[in-house]
């Protein structure tokens, strides 16, 4: 039986399409920034719907990057992940050539809420001029695969491929799954999560969410850990990431950003958010095992912060819980505040902060958010300078899950 | 230390009849189930056939709460999952809950609830900016693709790992598969894992009606689904679920469970070819197979049975047929290779986990399910289909194989009490 150890898998790749920057540099400079991008829905036929706050990816044109024969059979969601992908492969230097052995590279998406705008055109032709005006397409495009299956023809991927159709959490889960591919072998994973919920019927569909906000002002529509707490506002867009074995990433020459160190996932059941607390707590604990890390180790805590009063009651809580004392020490962030809540790709945009904030010594805000009524060190208003190693990221979904990702700094492993 | 995966339950709803003995039955008879379509009103489709369950989910004890929020493929998932876990005789309440945890696949996921209220809300397509004072307000039930592990761990107090798997038509597979490497490396001791789909609607059907992937043979539905035919005229749609206890070995052993048989083996690659197509050569699926025969360290002469994936359109049966020769090589032409979606049909990402507790059957009764409807050989399809009549076999290592769009193939070994190399 060899004792080697499985690889480390190192993130080498960063794409990011967020309402507030349409590449990584772009969304640090606007998360740095604290800059909040939630405002009035424009997307067509939303006008009327009782949910008036989002954050939208604008001046998005994925023509800039994806070719039209794969524009046309896919829907936005997809087309954010293609473009992220472009982007991520871009900065982990494999964007050129394809892999030289097409099993070297897998893919692995989460979603959460499928091709709704491509799924709604084709059921108002099904509904409004019959069964015989649905296009080839719609077999393709609606279903949650459809990101992963067209990021693995494009890019010539035959490596393992996966789909996690999941709420929140998953996305972390969807990065951890990457990291296990790259453990059994895989050279590289295309990993992430983007989502294109601000359809009409999509946003018909997230109504019935207990913890979404329907406050009209975007500045107090989704402000975690505060009085003010009223839900979450939801958002578009996401993040994909190249995870890849370490050894050979450096082989190559490439730049190590991160090391995904440890993960773990929990369930607690939907919307009951003081039960999350041990969930979450668990989760971190667990996340914390597998990456052989002290609670004080953690440097900065990116959070869930769902902005339902119990949920942030709950995570607080967890965060104690889980990191003993350190946990009312160690700085927390959400800055997602500023750009909303997208799904599984939430926590995918979440992972790119904590990567870009260990690698610049910064800890971004929370935008909108400047009275904390919970035990936490938040922080609001501007960047904090810090030294950073080690980050851990929080997410809950509101179907019940719970996951907790550690994340270390390339440069710090190197050592 | 590697840990062992063992299947302690199983659990099934498919058409035909529901639970794990009308479902043998079936396939052991070599019956099909698959008729005109009653779910709706299929007028104007060009193919208007279905494998439909005769599901009453009040019947099996269902919350009528739960009936009325929650799309008929989670109703099927928590029918098959109650079936499972009875079986297994695992007591949720005494087993450690962060240590259960849940892998359910789905293709298509709550799309039939989805298209009911979208015609309420858009008033039969007339809008686009629909009137949400239409919508079921529980209709984000349908929307999140999650709910149905979530509604499955609540059912059964998991509280570990509790996932959601959409690979399109591997899903199921994939699903198992998930869940195997989550035991496998130790993030839970037990896993609720399988399938499923509700997939006959307007929508769904127009879909696959757009690109002629289902037979349009309406007039002769009990003989339409016929894989590996010369004949075959594309898939017949299905629906259904299934559910497997898979559970730590040593678990399983120490609490004196019954163990149907072991995974020995889980791949899954992508053929970066195509979002529907598939090549004549099969290298892909071939890959998947030879992985999982690494995995066991099992000679490919040691497969006893394949259970295809045969879901009856030309390019499927063909590189199906190369995939399964590329790997098993000579030994393919001795080893019997079935579809039940001859008899099933095509429950998208629940046929998978459908297929798999089909071998579990198959393993416990020492007998291979046939291909219904077979009748005249293809030319590009040399192998024992097993036409239409099921054949007592000595079986130890069975293959289960898919294809989903999206390009994933996977595969799923399983390996019965006696076939474990010590």
């Known amino acids: 039986m060899s004792t080697q150890r499985p690889p480390n898998a190192a993130i080498t790749g960063i794409g990011v399409i967020a309402p507030n920057g349409l590449r990584a540099d772009a969304y640090w400079k606007s998360v740095r920034e604290g800059l909040s991008v939630l405002d009035g829905i424009t997307r067509e036929g939303c006008g009327h719907l009782p949910l008036r706050v989002a954050g939208e990816v604008r001046a998005f044109d994925a023509a800039d990057l994806i070719e039209e024969r794969f524009l046309v059979q896919t829907d936005r969601f997809s087309h954010f992940a293609m473009a992220a992908t472009v982007l991520a492969l871009d900065d982990a230097g ?54 992963t299956g067209q990021i693995s023809i494009r890019g010539g991927f035959k490596g393992p491929c996966g789909v996690v159709a999941s709420d929140e959490a998953g996305g972390l889960d969807a990065v951890a799954h990457a990291a296990r591919g790259v453990r059994r072998g895989t050279r590289a994973m295309v990993v992430g999560a983007a989502e294109a919920p601000l359809a009409p019927y999509s946003m018909v569909c997230q109504l019935g969410y207990p913890e979404l906000s329907t406050v009209e002002d975007p500045r107090r529509a989704y402000r975690p850990f505060t009085e003010g707490a009223s839900g979450f506002v939801p958002a578009e867009g996401g993040a994909m990431l190249v995870v890849e074995d370490e050894r050979r990433a450096r082989e190559r020459g490439a730049e190590i950003r991160a090391i995904v160190a440890g993960h773990a996932a929990t369930f607690t059941g939907a919307s009951r958010w003081e039960r999350s607390r041990e969930g979450l707590a668990h989760a971190i604990r667990g996340a914390l095992d597998e990456a052989g890390c002290a609670p004080e180790e953690i440097d900065v805590v990116f959070a869930d912060a769902l902005g339902v009063p119990a949920a942030d009651r709950a995570e607080a809580l967890a965060i104690a819980d889980a990191l003993g004392a350190h946990g009312t020490r160690v700085p927390v962030t959400a800055p997602k505040t500023g750009i909303g809540r997208a799904y599984c790709g939430a926590p995918l945009l979440d992972t790119a902060a904590a990567v870009l904030a260990m690698e610049h010594g910064q800890i971004p805000p929370t935008p909108n958010v400047f009275d904390v009524c919970h035990d936490l060190d938040l922080v609001t208003s501007d960047a904090r300078p810090a030294e950073l190693r080690t980050a851990l990221v929080l997410s809950r979904g509101l179907m019940g899950s719970n996951a907790a990702l550690v994340v270390r700094s390339g440069g710090d492993h190197a050592r | 230390m590697t840990r062992r995966v063992a299947v302690t339950g199983i659990g099934v709803v498919a058409p035909g009849g529901i639970g794990t003995k009308a479902f043998w039955d079936l396939l052991e008879g070599g019956r099909t189930a698959t008729r ?131 690979t399109g038509c591997t899903s199921g597979l994939d699903a198992v598969g998930y869940a195997f490497h989550t035991i496998e490396e130790g993030r839970a001791d037990v896993c609720i894992a399988g399938a499923s789909d509700s997939p006959i609607s307007p929508i769904t059907m127009a879909c696959f009606d757009a690109i002629k992937a289902t037979s349009p043979d309406n007039d002769d539905a009990e003989h339409a689904s016929r894989p590996f035919d010369a004949n075959r005229n594309g898939f017949v749609m299905g629906e259904g679920a299934a559910v497997l206890v898979l559970e730590e070995y040593e678990h399983a052993r120490a609490r004196g469970a019954h163990v149907y048989c072991e995974i020995g083996g889980y791949a899954t690659y992508g053929n970066a070819y195509h979002m529907t197509g598939l090549t004549s050569e099969g290298l892909e699926m071939s890959r998947a197979i030879d992985s999982t025969l690494g995995q066991a360290r099992l000679d490919p002469t040691r497969i006893d049975y394949v259970n295809a994936h045969g879901s009856g359109t030309r390019q499927n049966d063909r590189h199906e047929t190369a995939a399964v020769k590329r790997s098993l090589g000579g030994h393919a032409h001795r080893t019997p290779m079935s579809s039940i979606k001859s008899m099933v049909g095509h429950s998208l990402g629940a046929i998978g986990a459908i297929e798999v507790v089909a071998c579990v059957l198959a393993l416990k009764h020492q007998v291979v399910p046939p291909t219904a409807n077979y009748e005249t050989p293809d030319p590009e399809c040399d192998l024992d289909y097993v036409p239409r009549t099921a054949r007592p076999r000595k079986l130890r290592n069975v293959l289960s194989v898919g294809s989903g769009f999206g390009g994933f193939q996977s595969a799923v070994l399983l390996t019965g009490p006696a076939g474990r190399t010590r």
């Open chain 1, 94 to 147: 494999l964007g050129a050539a394809g892999p030289e052995d097409a099993y070297d590279v897998g893919v692995v998406t989460a979603a959460g809420s499928g091709g709704g705008e491509f799924g709604q055109r084709e059921l108002q032709k099904l509904w409004g001029q019959g069964s015989k005006f649905v296009g080839p397409y719609q077999s393709i495009a609606w279903f949650y695969a459809a990101s």
């Open chain 2, 36 to 166: 005109g379509i009653t779910l709706f009103d299929p007028v104007g489709l060009r193919s208007r056939i279905a494998a439909e369950c005769d599901f009453d989910p009040l019947a099996h004890g269902l919350d009528p709460e739960l009936i009325e929020h929650v799309d008929r493929y989670i109703q099927f998932a928590v029918v098959a999952a109650g079936e499972a876990v009875r079986d297994s005789g695992l007591d949720p309440d005494r087993e450690d809950p962060w240590r259960v945890g849940v892998s359910l696949g789905s293709a298509v996921g709550g799309t039939t609830r989805l298209e009911h209220d979208y015609v309420q809300v858009s008033e039969s397509g007339a809008r686009w900016d629909v009137d949400h004072r239409r919508a079921d307000p529980k209709l984000h039930l349908a929307f999140a693709p999650s709910t149905l592990a979530s509604v499955v761990a609540e059912q059964f107090g998991a509280q570990g790992p509790v996932q959601t798997v959409s």
